[in-house]
């Protein structure tokens, strides 16, 4: 096996999720502002590469869609150890939904050329569909195997894929070329030093938008995508304070009582 690629996310910061607010005109995420982190599942996919990269010393590629300033966190993928990252970066591919997301990232594998394997989270924080690898695996016609809970070397070029099921787990043998999709428990991602990720700051980064890849434009973005918000409803917070008097005895039993009207217990 030559050339592993791994599709990676950048995703709003969960301990910033406070924060997030939605545009009630373009029914999209507001993301200026909000740190962006690596989808946590992507990470398990980056170190499903990084060992077949020790055992036979492939290539690993990172591929992600997202605006500009996605690159620092690229760039801490890049110091777990992976040898390339590009960028598909566009205004023509924002408010993309999952189908022209991976119709993006497909042609942005066809544009890097031939491999042996597509690595994937299972689905990322921020849509938590799980519709994109398969999405990708359907445009480039390979078998997507999804929820991979761990993976083995039977031969050189065959996989052990233990894939975890409602009830239970699925033993599966197959052959590349394949796109997987890793949870949790498919392995621990690497520590990465505080050298690799200085190192991982000098890093090339190569950026492609649409001009590259050549996608029509109808086809991605907010016009590319069949699946959009209808409506979006902001409810607001809104907090009545009730003031309890009385001595200590008094104001105990007003408050149970008024607990116990609520439904609370």
Not at 77 to 85: I, N, P, Q, S, T
Not at 171 to 196: C, G, H, V, W
Not at 233 to 244: A, D, E, T
Request: hydrophobic content about 45%.
């Amino acid at each position: 096996m030559k050339r592993m690629i791994v599709c990676v996310k950048p995703v709003p910061d969960p301990n910033a999720w406070d924060r997030l607010q939605m545009d009630p005109v373009s029914k999209t995420l507001i993301r200026e502002g909000i740190p962006s982190v690596i989808n946590p599942l992507d990470k398990h996919a980056v170190e499903a590469a990084l060992e077949m990269k020790d055992l036979f010393g492939a290539e690993v590629i990172l591929l992600s869609m997202a605006p500009f300033d996605a690159q620092p966190v690229l760039r801490e993928v890049l110091g777990m150890g992976a040898d390339r990252a590009f960028l598909l970066s566009d205004k023509a591919f924002a408010g993309s939904d999952t189908l022209a997301t991976a119709r993006i990232l497909a042609q942005g594998i066809r544009n890097i050329g031939e491999f042996d394997l597509i690595f994937c989270g299972n689905f990322t924080l921020d849509g938590s569909t799980a519709q994109v690898p398969s999405q990708v695996a359907e445009f480039l016609d390979i078998p997507n195997v999804m929820h991979v809970c761990d993976m083995s070397i039977l031969k050189t070029e065959s996989l052990l894929l233990t894939q975890k099921i409602e009830q239970g787990t699925v033993k599966l043998e197959a052959e590349p070329p394949l796109l997987l999709s890793f949870t949790k428990e498919a392995n621990k991602p690497r520590y990465i030093s505080f050298m690799e990720i200085l190192a991982a700051e000098k890093r090339k980064i190569n950026i492609w938008d649409n001009a590259i890849l050549n996608i029509d434009e109808t086809l991605i973005g907010l016009k590319g995508s069949p699946t959009q918000m209808a409506d979006l409803l902001l409810q607001p917070k809104q907090r009545k304070g009730i003031r309890l008097t009385g001595n200590p005895e008094e104001i105990a039993r007003k408050l149970a009582d008024k607990i116990h009207q609520l439904g609370i217990i």
